[in-house]
């Protein structure tokens, strides 16, 4: 998508950190993280969110869940524990639309946090 943030990101026009990356995935650190640890995932392909799934193979949907179990391995997290949190629509408050896992950890979370 032309004007989408996270497709700008994926085709390296917006810089991000990089923390992980597959044939169907992309991670990377939030800008503003809300833990010690926070990490955005997305498909390579665009949906808007969890209700575009239609728009993504049942693969590409498994991988985005293998990629947030793999960024909280590497960043330290998958032991002591995290959260993964998809926010979808307005009343989430998701503010860019193209589909994001959320992945929170490295301190003790609290129950509203992302
Ligand atoms: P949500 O509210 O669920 O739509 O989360 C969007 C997240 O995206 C939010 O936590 C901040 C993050 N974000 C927004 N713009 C950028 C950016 O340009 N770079 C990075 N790394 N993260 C961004």
Do not use: W
């Amino acid at each position: 998508m032309e004007n989408c943030l996270f497709c700008r990101i994926l085709r390296g026009e917006i810089p991000s950190a990089k923390v992980y990356e597959d044939e169907f995935t992309y991670a990377f650190r939030d800008i503003n993280p809300m833990a010690a640890v926070h990490c955005l995932v997305i498909p390579k392909t665009h949906v808007d969110s969890l209700n575009g799934l239609d728009g993504l193979t049942d693969r590409q949907l498994a991988a985005c869940l293998h990629a947030c179990r793999e960024v909280a391995r590497l960043e330290g997290v998958d032991k002591s524990g995290y959260r993964v949190v998809s926010n979808c629509g307005d009343d989430a408050c998701q503010s860019v639309h193209h589909l994001h896992f959320h992945v929170l950890g490295g301190q003790k979370m609290h129950e509203a946090m992302a």
